[in-house]
């Protein structure tokens, strides 16, 4: 499986906290990808990394990514009970095909 | 909000019944992707299609079969539906998969084969 995996499973932080997942991978990519899925519906893109960079922002969210070790994080900052969500991770790779973590449930309590 | 329909949305079937689920998209994207996610493994690709009647294979194609007979539509059909095959399936586009392009997904198809 060229599945990544996503670490914690589940996380549960209170308001104003920050929040902070973990991507591995396991091939080589052109890009990292970050969705977030509220439950019941699709995903939706957050942010994208390339593979030669090494951290992006975007308002609350901040991205890593360390190609040496195959892994990126996602870290939201300020948290609040809207983020509350799934977080997938999503490698792209030149065969045009996009490959998801297992993912990260995310619970802010207010 | 990308213009992505899936149908139907919700759909109870029996083992050994052939199901078709549909997605179509008025973005005029040219990649169109089928995953199915169940708990535990995240979201899976099982088809995609990079243009008219150009499709490829997925890590999880066994019992699916895909179409793209125009630009807007991305049939996936489930021959003869299994248990197994009880999952949330959606269906995502993309204009530019490469450097910067990104995923719009469907809002999901839930497929319940008793």
């Known amino acids: 499986s060229q599945q990544g995996e996503e670490d914690p499973q589940a996380l549960s932080i209170q308001e104003g906290e920050n929040a902070t997942m973990n991507c591995s991978y396991k091939?080589?990519?052109?890009?990292l990808q970050w969705y977030r899925q509220n439950s019941g519906r699709g995903l939706v893109h957050l942010i994208l990394?390339?593979?030669?960079?090494r951290e992006k922002h975007s308002g609350r969210l901040r991205v890593t990514l360390d190609t040496s070790k195959k892994s990126s994080s996602l870290l939201i900052t300020a948290s609040r009970a809207a983020d509350t969500a799934s977080y997938f991770c999503?490698?792209?790779?030149?065969?045009?095909?996009?490959?998801f973590g297992t993912g990260t449930s995310l619970t802010v309590i207010p | 909000d990308a213009g992505i329909t899936q149908s139907p949305r919700h759909k109870v079937t029996e083992t050994g019944t052939p199901v078709t689920l549909r997605c179509h998209q008025t973005?005029?994207?040219?990649?169109m992707y089928w995953y199915r996610q169940d708990p535990g493994h995240g979201l899976r690709l099982i088809h995609y299609?990079?243009?008219?009647?150009?499709?490829d294979k997925g890590e999880v194609s066994d019992g699916y079969s895909v179409s793209r007979s125009k630009t807007e539509d991305f049939l996936l059909t489930l021959e003869s539906a299994t248990s197994s095959q009880t999952s949330v399936y959606f269906c995502?586009?993309?204009?530019?998969?490469?450097?910067?392009?990104?995923?719009?997904f469907g809002e999901g198809s839930r497929l319940t084969v008793l």
């Open positions: 995502a586009i993309s204009g530019r998969p490469g450097d910067t392009g990104e995923l719009f």
């Open positions: 990394i390339r593979s030669n960079e």
């Open positions: 999503a490698t792209y790779n030149t065969g045009n095909q996009f490959y």
């Open positions: 973005e005029n994207h040219r990649y």
């Open positions: 299609s990079y243009g008219v009647k150009d499709t």
């Open positions: 091939t080589s990519i052109n890009n």
